[in-house]
C-alpha cells in the first residue's frame, strides 16, 4: 500500500533529504584522482552525523557504510574500499541516505574524475536528462508508467539501456517503500500518482546492454558486459502542479 505522507511528516522528509543533498555536495570536492572510496565514505559519514541526522545505510540488512560508492562498470552498491583509489577518466556513482526524526531521504549522483572522454561525458548528460524527463513527468493525476516511460525513452534517444533489474521506489519512514518504480514502462500504465506520495526516482543507464550480475561481496551489482553506467536519483514529493524535489540543492 502507497502512503500518503502528511505536512508534518514531508517537512521531516525535507529535512533528511536536504542533509542528504547537502553531504553529496560536499562528497562532491573530493572526488579526485587518488582518493579512495573508503575516504570518501569517512567524509560523508562525518558530515552527516555533525548534521545530527543518521547514515540511511549504515546497519541496513547488515550494510556497513555510510555510503555506496560504484565506479565504473558498477551500476549499483559498490562497497567502499581504502584499496580502491579513484583515477582520472573514472565515473564514480556515490548513492547516500539520511534519516533525520526517524524519516529518511535518499539520492545519488554520478560524476566525472579529472578529465573524462567524450563517451562518458554523454553518459552522464544522458543520466541527468533522464531523471529531469522523470521528475518532469511525476504528478497528481499521472501515473507511474509515465514516470517509468520518461526514462527509458531517454535512454533509448541515447542509444543506451535501462537496467531492467532494479528499481526506485517509495521513501519516508523507511528507506524503501511501495511503489516500486521501474526505469521502463509505459504511459498510463501501473498506479495513479496522488498529491503526498514521495518517491525516489532513479534511473540506472548502461552504455551497453541491460543486463546485470551481483557480484559475490552480495552487493555490488555491474554491468554483464563491463559497460560503463551512470546512476542519478532525487527524492521528490508528488503535488498537484508537479513534483517538487527535495534532494536537489542546485542545477544537475
Request: contains cysteine.
Amino acid at each position: 500500500m502507497i502512503s500518503i505522507k502528511t505536512p508534518e511528516e514531508i517537512e521531516k522528509i525535507r529535512r533528511a533529504c536536504r542533509i542528504a543533498a547537502e553531504t553529496l555536495a560536499n562528497i562532491e570536492k573530493y572526488i579526485k584522482p587518488g582518493v579512495t572510496t573508503k575516504e570518501i565514505d569517512r567524509i560523508g559519514e562525518q558530515f552527516i552525523l555533525k548534521a545530527g541526522a543518521k547514515p540511511a545505510f549504515k546497519g541496513y540488512r547488515g550494510y556497513q557504510f555510510a555510503t555506496c560508492i560504484s565506479v565504473n562498470y558498477e551500476v549499483v552498491h559498490g562497497i567502499p574500499s581504502d584499496k580502491r583509489a579513484l583515477a582520472e577518466g573514472d565515473l564514480v556513482g556515490v548513492d547516500i541516505g539520511a534519516v533525520f526524526d526517524d524519516y529518511y531521504g535518499d539520492m545519488a549522483r554520478t560524476y566525472g574524475v579529472g578529465k573524462i572522454n567524450k563517451s562518458a561525458e554523454r553518459l552522464l548528460k544522458c543520466g541527468k536528462d533522464a531523471l529531469k524527463s522523470a521528475i518532469a513527468n511525476t504528478r497528481a493525476g499521472a501515473y507511474l508508467g509515465d514516470v517509468s516511460y520518461a526514462i527509458e525513452s531517454q535512454a533509448k534517444k541515447c542509444g543506451y539501456s535501462v537496467v531492467r533489474d532494479l528499481f526506485g521506489h517509495g521513501v519516508g519512514r523507511n528507506l524503501h517503500e511501495d511503489p516500486l518504480i521501474p526505469n521502463f514502462g509505459n504511459r498510463g500504465e501501473g498506479v495513479e500518482l496522488k498529491s503526498g506520495m514521495v518517491l525516489a526516482i532513479e534511473p540506472m543507464i548502461n552504455a551497453g546492454g541491460s543486463e546485470v550480475i551481483t557480484m559475490d561481496d552480495g552487493w555490488t551489482v555491474i554491468t554483464s558486459d563491463h559497460s560503463l553506467s551512470a546512476h542519478f536519483e532525487d527524492t521528490v514529493v508528488v503535488t498537484e502542479r508537479g513534483a517538487e524535489i527535495l534532494t536537489c540543492l542546485k542545477k544537475m
